[in-house]
């Protein structure tokens, strides 16, 4: 994932750095500081409301509904969205402000895919982002499909066996990343890419960056890659695909706010992107963290309790663009910032409407996917295990896939963790019995979509994720002691929350 340079940071600098990311003697250290922990925390949890914070979802929907029904980062829609933060959170005495950066920004402007022949029928396709674009209209062309093994379409010798000069190349997803199969599928020849999955689930993918892009190239699902192949098994096919995508660079900014006094040697990071996908108004991703955030933040600050530690919030942009707005933060920090981060928590989807409550696998005590999050992951994780526990609320591990904003800080070794209730994947039916809702059924259905609005949110699931924010800033903002105590790991009994596969972004698959 490339990285967007950052402009100067826009928040101060921190001066006194520790050592290293554990907390330094002095604050959060005392038994009074302990004291403070429990009473604000339970200050915080007891007037942060989902209720309350649903108003910040109307809000979102209101400036969705003016600015062409979406917030995407480098849209009127998400700089209203950013005006909007700003405001309250200067009104509620924070120290707030913008990091502006730039970056390439993407929106679908076609994807189409028809069987023209033999039997004609509708396909639905996802246009990678960065994929070059067709004519206006599309092409007409013969599919072709390139035979399956470990590493479909990935070297030139798999597309030996037939021409597909002028064709459409049917590709099956793995092996390599898809900017790879595209760029072989382009020099056999080929006019345009189809890859599907190979697991449930419409493919929304990603070439990297737009130099990578050879061929126009879209997504579609394992059932109609199947079909396809099942269609050419008996003899010619033609399709009509089209898909074009504008591309060119944009402005955009983060909204940072911090609390005016708080030990700056102890400072504490929670952050949710504020962007949405072109598609929708993005109200559960990510309108449900960052009005969740931005509720315990209000409430924070109308607390008489004065944090020993520096708190600060972020609202990130570009997150949907492969996670830019938390890189350039992140790169624009320098060795003494880093070290002066004590922790960073992420909240980004966090009121599926067929949810599951997942927390971050810090200790990596469930054997999925990526390893363990830097040293204190696993307190982070412990710790808000042990808050649902108390509240009597089910959870399950989900894996650090690197699909939103804590993989910046993981990969500079900051303790990371949080919460999500699910995206484009399946809820199992052990996961219905626990949790409600629906088996065999999208965690939220409406992922990256046009119904991603105000019917979108779980209520109850919002309420319980907004007081994880509310304990964990109440607990940090005085006493980081639990970060340096002993994790005994324990397995969770629950399945990863978002599939498998490399990641430039939030559901932006580049790779198997």
Excluded at 381 to 408: C, M, V
């Amino acid at each position: 994932m490339a990285v967007v340079a950052a402009t100067a940071l826009a928040t101060p600098l921190l001066l006194g750095a520790a050592p290293n990311h554990g907390p330094s003697h002095g604050s959060g250290h005392s038994k009074d500081a302990s004291k403070e922990a429990v009473k604000l925390s339970r200050e915080l949890v007891k007037n942060a409301s989902a209720g309350d914070a649903y108003r910040h979802l109307q809000q979102f929907q209101a400036i969705a509904d003016s600015a062409d029904g979406h917030r995407a980062a480098g849209s009127l829609g998400h700089d209203a969205s950013a005006a909007y933060v700003y405001r309250q959170l200067q009104r509620a005495g924070y120290q707030v402000s913008y990091q502006t950066f730039r970056f390439p920004y993407t929106q679908t402007l076609a994807e189409k895919l028809a069987v023209v022949s033999p039997t004609p029928r509708d396909v639905t396709i996802k246009a990678m982002t960065y994929t070059p674009s067709t004519r206006v209209g599309g092409l007409t062309a013969g599919l072709v499909n390139v035979p399956v093994d470990d590493t479909s379409g990935c070297e030139a010798s798999d597309y030996a066996s037939a021409n597909f000069t002028g064709k459409i190349a049917l590709i099956k997803r793995g092996g390599c990343p898809f900017a790879d199969k595209q760029a072989a599928a382009a020099t056999a020849g080929a006019a345009g890419a189809v890859i599907y999955n190979n697991t449930e689930g419409l493919l929304s993918g990603t070439l990297g960056d737009a130099a990578a892009g050879r061929i126009p190239t879209g997504g579609i699902s394992q059932a109609e890659g199947e079909q396809l192949v099942a269609d050419l098994a008996g003899g010619e096919v033609t399709v009509s695909f089209e898909v074009r995508q504008l591309q060119e660079e944009r402005t955009t900014r983060n909204v940072i706010a911090e609390t005016r006094g708080g030990k700056a040697a102890n400072t504490v990071v929670l952050g949710a992107h504020l962007d949405s996908v072109t598609e929708g108004p993005g109200i559960n991703d990510n309108g449900s963290g960052s009005a969740g955030l931005l509720e315990v933040a209000q409430e924070l600050a109308k607390s008489k309790s004065k944090p020993a530690n520096k708190v600060r919030f972020a609202w990130w942009s570009a997150e949907e663009n492969g996670l830019l707005g938390s890189e350039a933060y992140v790169a624009g920090l320098t060795e003494q910032q880093r070290q002066q981060i004590k922790l960073y928590l992420n909240f980004d989807m966090i009121a599926s409407p067929n949810g599951v409550q997942f927390v971050y696998d810090g200790d990596d005590s469930d054997g999925v996917g990526a390893g363990p999050g830097p040293e204190g992951s696993a307190q982070l994780e412990r710790d808000i295990n042990k808050f649902l526990d108390g509240k009597g609320k089910k959870h399950e591990g989900t894996d650090f896939t690197g699909r939103s904003d804590y993989g910046p800080f993981i990969e500079v070794g900051i303790p990371s963790g949080g919460t999500f209730t699910g995206a484009e994947g399946i809820k199992t039916a052990a996961q219905a019995k626990v949790y409600g809702g629906k088996a065999d059924v999208a965690y939220d259905p409406c992922y990256h979509a046009a119904c991603d609005d105000l019917d979108n949110i779980s209520m109850r699931h919002f309420d319980v994720n907004i007081d994880v924010i509310a304990n964990a800033v109440g607990t940090y903002a005085h006493d980081l002691r639990s970060l340096t105590r002993p994790v005994k790991p324990v397995p969770s009994t629950g399945t990863p929350g978002s599939g498998g596969g490399l990641h430039d972004g939030h559901g932006h698959e580049v790779t198997e």
